[in-house]
């Protein structure tokens, strides 16, 4: 399990959120719960895309932090490996 963490910046408008350690995880909602789904659908999303592309995530990194964001917490991402199995049939008397 990859454990990133979540900033949350809440104003007026709602609540703006990132994964500190992952650029490109960002998202937002019109309140904390919202965001919070937002941000786990967006670490999804993401994580897919790279990896369906070749591409390595980001190591998490503990230490990061933000002093402007109203809250950080935990981002949890489980990521297991697949392989998709099929036979081909063959001709008989081939």
Same mark, same amino acid.
């Given at each position: +399990?990859?454990?990133y963490?979540?900033?949350?910046y809440i104003?007026?408008d709602g609540?703006?959120v990132q994964a &500190?350690d992952?650029?490109a995880?960002?998202s937002?909602g019109?309140d904390l719960? !919202?965001?919070?789904?937002m ?5 999804v999303?993401? *994580? /897919?895309? +790279? &990896? !369906?592309?070749? /591409?390595?995530l980001?190591l998490?990194?503990?230490?990061v *932090?933000?002093p !402007?964001?109203d809250? /950080? !917490?935990?981002l ?10 099929s036979?081909?049939?063959? /001709?008989?008397?081939?």
């Open positions: +399990m990859l454990v963490k979540a900033a949350y104003d007026d609540v703006s &500190l992952f650029p995880v960002l937002c019109k719960d !919202e965001a919070r789904r941000i786990r659908s967006a670490l999303d993401v *994580t /897919e895309y +790279m &990896l !369906e592309n070749g /591409e390595a980001p998490p990194d503990p230490a *932090t933000d !402007e964001a809250l /950080e !917490e935990p949890y991402l489980l990521v297991q490996a697949a392989s998709r199995i036979i081909v049939p063959q /001709e008989v008397g081939a």
